[in-house]
């Protein structure tokens, strides 16, 4: 089979399109033929060997040779423990088996994954919808449901709003009635305004955490601030969830927002998610025509260096799929 090949860290150009051997199932796994997978910043990350969670995937070079953690596709063969699949079926998810292993292997014309790793795909949803969905809508879910759930008439912020996380996390929190605003660059503000998002800001114009305004909930996917200036954003009992971003601010909010909710009513914390946590709730709102994802651009397997490159530009609005 084709797959994208990486065997050392760097930038776009060590990625390689190559002939590997076709996976095997296991017993618990069933072979899906990848139609569409996409870009995450886990493996931009990956790719480049950032320093910390990244580099448990091989401290020198990569454990697993081949990138892609959200996948859509056809179900071709399938392990002898199987029992809720079959060949034929139309699936995606987010195949990554767990922390440690980082079990990628999306941008390949096979993989072999885990049944339970694999939900049903809608028939009225393309295939490069289903693979811009698992890992960013599972993060979204788990933000939104950082402070209990989301209530009319609360004021949400989603700073780095116009990425792949951002997009779900503003239209859901819109669907369910929040007053949001939404944070990011520029060229991507009428994006957000397109998808609900009742206020703009500019961050190369005005920084939200001194303008003022106090939210109920931030979530925050491009965390660059101190957790301290972000405090200050937050209406008492306020949460904030920090998602993605600096890795030194990431960190920060971890141990200081303990003691910061500890001392006052106001929550301040870190997002995580499980595999495929929460989308039952997002192919609901996708068949009520309320959510869907954005992707800013599709690429053909061969030209997925080119594909990484636009990503690690910061200009994205959404998405970027991998038509295989």
């Known amino acids: 089979m084709k797959a994208i090949v990486y065997r050392r860290y ?21 072979l899906v033929r990848t139609r569409a997978a996409s870009i995450n910043s886990w ?19 990569p454990r697993n040779p081949i990138l892609g953690t959200d996948v859509a596709g056809r179900v071709e063969a399938v392990g002898s423990s199987v029992n809720r699949l079959q060949p034929g079926d139309e699936v995606f998810g987010e195949v990554s088996k767990r922390f440690v292993s980082l079990g990628w292997g999306g941008l390949a014309e096979f993989v072999s994954v885990r049944e339970s790793s694999m ?25 939104l449901r ?21 997009t779900f996390a503003v239209q859901i929190a819109k ?13 991507k503000l009428d994006m957000l305004r397109s998808i609900g998002a009742d206020h703009v800001i500019d961050y190369t114009q005005e920084d939200f955490t001194r303008n003022w ?9 491009a965390a660059y601030g101190s957790t301290f200036d972000y405090k200050r ?3 008492p009992g306020g949460t904030y969830g920090v998602i993605g971003g600096s890795q030194p601010r990431f960190f920060q909010t971890m141990f200081l927002g303990r003691f910061i909710s500890l001392l006052s009513s106001k929550k301040m914390g870190t997002v995580v998610a499980k595999p495929n946590e929460g989308l039952d709730h997002i192919l ?41």
């Open 10 to 30: 760097g930038s776009p150009d060590v990625l390689h399109l190559e002939e590997v051997e076709t996976p095997t199932p296991h017993d618990d796994e069933v």
């Open 233 to 235: 954003a937050l209406a």
């Open 175 to 187: 669907h369910h009635g929040a007053e949001v605003t939404g944070v990011d660059s520029p060229e």
């Open 43 to 61: 493996d931009y990350d990956l790719l480049r060997g950032a320093r910390g969670f990244t580099r448990m995937s091989g401290l020198f070079r």
């Open 284 to 324: 609901e709102l996708f068949a009520e025509g309320v959510v869907k994802p954005v992707i800013d651009r599709t690429y053909p397997l061969s030209e997925t260096a080119d594909a990484f490159r636009y990503f690690g530009e910061g200009r994205v609005q959404g998405k970027i799929v991998i038509t295989i």
């Open 213 to 221: 305004q106090r939210y109920d909930l931030i979530i925050d996917v």
């Open 119 to 143: 939900l049903s795909k809608p028939s009225d949803m393309t295939f490069e919808q289903a693979a811009a969905i698992p890992q960013v809508g599972a993060l979204a879910m788990a933000g």
């Open 146 to 166: 950082h402070g209990g759930g989301i209530q009319p008439g609360q004021k949400v912020l989603v700073n780095g709003a116009g990425g792949g996380v951002g």
